[in-house]
Every structure is written in C-alpha cells, then in structure tokens.
C-alpha cells in the first residue's frame, strides 16, 4: 500500500473505508481513548521517574509576583503592598505545612487556619487574608489567574491590607510534582489594640513602587522566594501540543469529509458531521479558556 | 432539512450557553469540570434525540457519540487537573 493510498484511507472517505475517513471511524475513535489515557496516565507518573527529563517549565519568583500584584492595584488606584519579612515567614511555614501534611487547603487537617501561621511569625494584625495556587508556568500567569477569580481579585484589590509575604516552593504533593504559591496579606495592628478580623482569600496590586529588596526577607522566608525548573520536555507544552494538534486534526477531516460527501452525495451511516465540528470547535474555545494552575 | 437545522440551532444553544457557564465559573476547576462534563454528556444526548428523530439511529452511530462524549470527558478530567 502506498503512502497515497494509507492517506487517503485514513483522512477521506473511499470506497476502501466505506466511504468514512478510517480516523473517523468507531473503533478509532476507541483507539483515542486508551492512547490518550495512557499518555496522561504517563505524563502523571514518569517525571518521578526522570524529572530532569520530563516536567512542568516553572520559572515564578517573589519580586516579579510582588510587582505585578503592585501593577494591578495601580491600575485599581489603590497603593502598593510593602513585602514584609514576617508575612513571607507565614507565608513559607505554610507552604511548608501544606507538603508536610499533604493538603491543598486554607486550613490544615489537623484545623490549622492561615491566621495562625501569620500570629506565629510575629506579624500581629487587624485584617488578613491568604491567596493559594499551584502549578502555575510563570509569576504573571499566577497574578492573572487570581486576577480573573473574583474572590482572589477582592483580596488583591483591598484598599485596606498594606503588607503581603509570598512563598515560592516545590515539592511533591498528592503524590505530584507542585510549585506552590502561598500570599499572605495584612495590616499591623496598633499597638494598644489588637483586634482579630480575618478574611479569607484576599489579595492586593499596587502602584509600582520600588520593590523592597529580598535581603529583607528572613532567612525561612528567602529559602522559598522563587521556583525556576527547566526540563527536557515541559510537560504543559506537550500536553498543550498533543491536544490541540489532536483536536485540530480531527477537525480538519470532519471538515473534508463534510464537504466530500456533500458533493458526492454520499448517503451512510455515520454521525453528523457538522455537529461534531461544531463540539470539537466548543471544546477548542473551552481548552483556551484553562488555566494551567489551580487556586484557592 | 428543515428539522435537521433546527437540531442544529439547538445544539448551538447547547453549546454557548456551555461555554458562556464555563468561563462564568472561571477560577473554579471543580465548577469548570462539571460544565465541561454537562456539555459532553448535553452532546451524547443530543446525537441520540437528532438521529433518532431523524429515523437513521444506529448502534454505530449511538457508539460514536458515546466515544466522541468521552473523548471531550477525559480531556476535561485530565488536562484541567483541579
């Protein structure tokens, strides 16, 4: 069989294929299903196996997450967050609990809330709020996901925290590779009055100032202020490439088969093209709209 | 014909009204991967109900909007890892 025929019955219809592209047919698009599950399933276990191979690109750090943070409350009007050594502090001993304990969550199993973590750095406050996320590529990918969250854009967006710490870490959670974001914000309490007002998921942009530099970070703190990974084979990227080039394929045939059997007038049992290019289409719409990472 | 563009018109209703919820609930995997799942099922629905108001449903034809469903489900399960 040559290289012309094997195309023409894989992608148009033929008498050979009984007149539906052999890569539109039942037992192919079966075929998809165990070799994309086998994929994904592989993507999930290999970079165990060989991290330095295969895994998630991640270049997010501190100063840039501070600054694009700032740039959003700017726009908003609103004044910009000072990085503070004793939030960053909470910041870290959270991330840090969240591996340890193996939890994606604002309150630990055992039922610790982020407050506790921001009292026992020191940092003594009369509103705070925390901001999570995860496996996120890059620092401003991470701001504009928080962003496009309403309730994470409100704690960004509030007029009245002034400080923020940020932790950066990676590690293995749930059994996964993970880059971890934890943002803490608050303001100082006076110090004759103390008065405890929490607000979950709460985040601040400001205008851009002069970021303070990391040597202001304590020494827990500054162990976790950035993440750069560069592997082989950025598993987001392939995942990105084998999905949409999928789709794409699937979508380009439909399309000539739909045109095909309408000029030949080709009357067979098969389902509607058009709808199928209109799914697929929808699905296109719906894979640009994910984020990478996940927040909390 | 004309019934066959009804059908249509409404699986497009289907369709943007799946795709408006799903950016709706942006920021939400959890919420984002039912609207994703509700659509794909809404679409198995939709082949079965089209083609057998058509009278040309098959069992070819029910398997194929089973696996397209399905193929739509696990891209939603995996790639959106919430």
């Given at each position: 069989m040559s290289v012309f025929t094997l195309a023409r019955h894989l992608f148009l219809p033929h008498h050979t294929n009984n007149h539906r592209p052999k890569v539109?047919?039942?037992?192919?698009?079966?075929?998809?299903?165990?070799?994309?599950?086998?994929?994904?399933?592989?993507?999930?276990?290999?970079?165990?196996?060989?991290?330095?191979?295969?895994?998630?690109?991640?270049?997010?750090?501190?100063?840039?997450?501070?600054?694009?943070?700032?740039?959003?409350?700017?726009?908003?009007?609103?004044?910009?967050?000072?990085?503070?050594?004793?939030?960053?502090?909470?910041?870290?001993?959270?991330?840090?609990?969240?591996?340890?304990?193996?939890?994606?969550?604002?309150?630990?199993?055992?039922?610790?809330?982020?407050?506790?973590?921001?009292?026992?750095?020191?940092?003594?406050?009369?509103?705070?709020?925390?901001?999570?996320?995860?496996?996120?590529?890059?620092?401003?990918?991470?701001?504009?996901?928080?962003?496009?969250?309403?309730?994470?854009?409100?704690?960004?967006?509030?007029?009245?925290?002034?400080?923020?710490?940020?932790?950066?870490?990676?590690?293995?959670?749930?059994?996964?590779?993970?880059?971890?974001?934890?943002?803490?914000?608050?303001?100082?309490?006076?110090?004759?009055?103390?008065?405890?007002?929490?607000?979950?998921?709460?985040?601040?942009?400001?205008?851009?100032?002069?970021?303070?530099?990391?040597?202001?970070?304590?020494?827990?703190?500054?162990?976790?202020?950035?993440?750069?990974?560069?592997?082989?084979?950025?598993?987001?990227?392939?995942?990105?490439?084998?999905?949409?080039?999928?789709?794409?394929?699937?979508?380009?045939v439909?399309?000539v088969d739909?045109?095909l059997?309408?000029?030949?007038?080709?009357?067979?049992?098969?389902?509607?093209?058009?709808?199928?290019?209109?799914?697929?289409?929808?699905?296109?719409?719906?894979?640009?709209?994910?984020?990478?990472?996940?927040?909390? | 014909?004309?019934?066959?563009?009804?059908?249509?018109?409404?699986?497009?209703?289907?369709?943007?009204?799946?795709?408006?919820?799903?950016?709706?609930?942006?920021?939400?995997?959890?919420?984002?991967?039912?609207?994703?799942?509700?659509?794909?099922?809404?679409?198995?629905?939709?082949?079965?109900?089209?083609?057998?108001?058509?009278?040309?449903?098959?069992?070819?034809?029910?398997?194929?909007?089973?696996?397209?469903?399905?193929?739509?489900?696990?891209?939603?399960?995996?790639?959106?890892?919430?």
């Open positions: 539109l047919h039942v037992d192919a698009l079966g075929f998809y299903i165990l070799a994309f599950v086998v994929f994904q399933v592989g993507l999930k276990t290999l970079p165990a196996q060989v991290p330095n191979v295969l895994g998630y690109a991640t270049d997010i750090h501190v100063e840039k997450l501070l600054a694009a943070v700032n740039a959003k409350r700017q726009v908003a009007g609103l004044g910009p967050l000072s990085l503070d050594s004793q939030l960053s502090e909470a910041a870290a001993r959270k991330a840090a609990d969240m591996f340890a304990k193996n939890y994606w969550a604002h309150n630990s199993p055992v039922g610790a809330t982020p407050w506790e973590f921001i009292t026992q750095s020191g940092y003594t406050y009369t509103v705070a709020g925390e901001n999570l996320a995860k496996n996120f590529s890059d620092s401003q990918g991470v701001v504009e996901a928080w962003m496009a969250s309403p309730t994470h854009r409100d704690n960004m967006l509030k007029a009245s925290y002034r400080d923020v710490g940020f932790a950066v870490v990676n590690g293995i959670l749930n059994g996964e590779e993970t880059t971890l974001v934890v943002q803490m914000f608050g303001s100082r309490a006076a110090p004759a009055v103390q008065v405890r007002k929490t607000t979950e998921v709460s985040p601040q942009a400001a205008v851009a100032e002069a970021t303070p530099p990391l040597s202001a970070v304590t020494a827990v703190a500054s162990a976790y202020s950035g993440v750069s990974i560069k592997p082989l084979i950025d598993i987001g990227r392939l995942n990105h490439t084998v999905v949409y080039g999928f789709i794409g394929i699937l979508l380009g439909l399309v739909a045109w059997t309408s000029r030949r007038r080709i009357v067979r049992v098969a389902g509607h093209n058009v709808a199928h290019i209109l799914f697929f289409v929808a699905l296109l719409i719906f894979a640009s709209a994910l984020p990478r990472g996940s927040l909390l | 014909m004309r019934s066959s563009w009804f059908h249509l018109l409404i699986l497009i209703i289907i369709l943007v009204l799946g795709t408006a919820t799903f950016f709706m609930v942006g920021g939400n995997p959890t919420a984002q991967l039912a609207t994703g799942i509700m659509v794909s099922v809404a679409y198995m629905i939709w082949g079965v109900l089209h083609h057998a108001i058509d009278g040309d449903l098959h069992l070819k034809i029910v398997i194929e909007y089973v696996l397209v469903g399905t193929i739509a489900i696990l891209f939603f399960y995996f790639v959106m890892r919430p």
